[in-house]
């Protein structure tokens, strides 16, 4: 080779060489770019696969949020009595341990005998108990002793006359008083509810009845109509008379209590649901779906949320006076989370959103977190 054409070969081999590095960078950073898309595409995947679960998880154990309280509530008594009658008898171990130390036996005798398990008679019942008639025993005395109307167990026992118990006899107590009601075919819970005078909402809300939130009933099962009463039969004609029971229409005028707060809606319709052991610091105030809902007292919003089970669309106002107020079922939600709300102010509408049997508002008040019934605090 010409030695003047040198330099110019030299120069097309530092070329070659940085092509062929520019090339090979390039493909590293086209390597590198498709290895990050990939795995950004599987961390996504993986994202989605995890909320689906999530919902559905939430999804199945609120739909039958019913039936489970039941077992959970059983199986925390079942767990709590074990516990109770262990830690007795390790007391019971540990004294007869320290009279033994100063030499005393019939002391430790007399303490090792001593520890016992005390089950409380108040709690809540979910089932039918059968009691059987003592001596003595009138309808009104087991009434007020299982807590229940007399009525009550007239119609579980189909009783005529109050005064034909006899010793021996086998009555059967519903948990509260009402009606128990075995649901047929095509029944819904308004048409129930319609029939006993009562209201759906306290149906569906009772803790102990399954029903799903999509309000279905099935047939066969035994559900607890609270406060309900039996249709007096119809009198024969030609000359009807009034039933013995009456319609039970929820009163316009309710007695007011401190007054600390307003009437957080228009209460024209009265109260269909009062504060219970089931529903505990709230009242259900039944009224048009596009109501407007005002703020009991002013304050602070803590939250402002969106749900198609519970509590439905619904606000919570922290008031600062250890006092809060919930607002449920609404269909339209006007104010934000950290917004400050006067006394009056609107925030919201009336609907019949989450668990819900129709329009109304679920209005519930707590103090220091305790429930407090809403009457004692109104007007």
């Known amino acids: 080779m010409d030695e003047s054409l040198l330099p110019f070969a030299r120069n097309d081999q530092k070329f070659s060489l940085f092509r062929n590095f520019k090339e090979i960078t390039l493909d590293l950073v086209s390597f590198f770019v498709g290895l990050i898309f990939y795995f950004r595409k599987k961390f996504l995947h993986l994202i989605f696969l995890f909320e689906s679960g999530k919902n559905w998880l939430v999804k199945k154990l609120m739909w039958r949020r019913g039936m489970l309280y039941r077992p959970v509530t059983h199986g925390g008594v079942v767990v709590l009595s074990v516990v109770a009658i262990f830690t007795g008898s390790v007391f019971g171990r540990s004294q007869v341990t320290a009279q033994n130390l100063v030499g005393n036996k019939e002391a430790v005798l007399s303490a090792s005998s001593t520890s016992e398990t005390k089950i409380p008679t108040n709690r809540p019942r979910s089932e039918i108990v059968n009691y059987d008639v003592n001596s003595g025993d009138t309808l009104t005395a087991v009434a007020q002793k299982f807590g229940v109307s007399i009525e009550t167990i007239k119609w ?51 803790p102990f009845n399954d029903i799903s939130d999509d309000l279905s009933l099935k047939a066969g099962q035994d559900l607890v109509v609270p406060n309900g009463i039996v249709p007096a039969p119809p009198k024969p004609k030609p000359t009807p008379v009034s039933g013995q029971y009456a319609k039970v229409v929820p009163s316009t005028s309710v007695k007011g209590g401190s ?121």
């Open 156 to 206: 579980a026992n189909n009783l005529e006359d109050v005064d034909s118990l006899a010793p021996g006899d086998k009555l059967k107590i519903p948990p509260v008083t009402g009606v128990v009601y075995k649901v047929k075919d095509n029944d819904t819970l308004e048409a129930i509810a319609k029939k006993y005078s009562a209201d759906a909402q306290t149906i569906l809300d009772f």
């Open 259 to 379: 007054g600390i707060f307003s009437w957080p809606t228009n209460n024209s319709k009265g109260i269909s649901q009062y504060a219970s052991w089931w529903h505990p610091g709230a009242i259900d105030i039944p009224n048009d779906i596009g109501t407007p809902i005002y703020a009991a007292d002013s304050g602070r919003v803590i939250v402002s949320q969106k749900l198609w089970y519970g509590y439905g669309w619904h606000v919570i106002i922290d008031h600062g006076n250890s006092y809060t107020s919930l607002y449920g079922h609404m269909s339209e939600i006007d104010v934000s989370v950290g917004q400050n709300v006067s006394k009056g102010q609107l925030v919201g509408l009336m609907g019949s959103t989450g668990r819900s049997t129709g329009p109304h508002l679920h209005f519930e008040v707590r103090k220091n977190g305790s429930p407090v019934d809403p009457l004692t605090v109104l007007p």
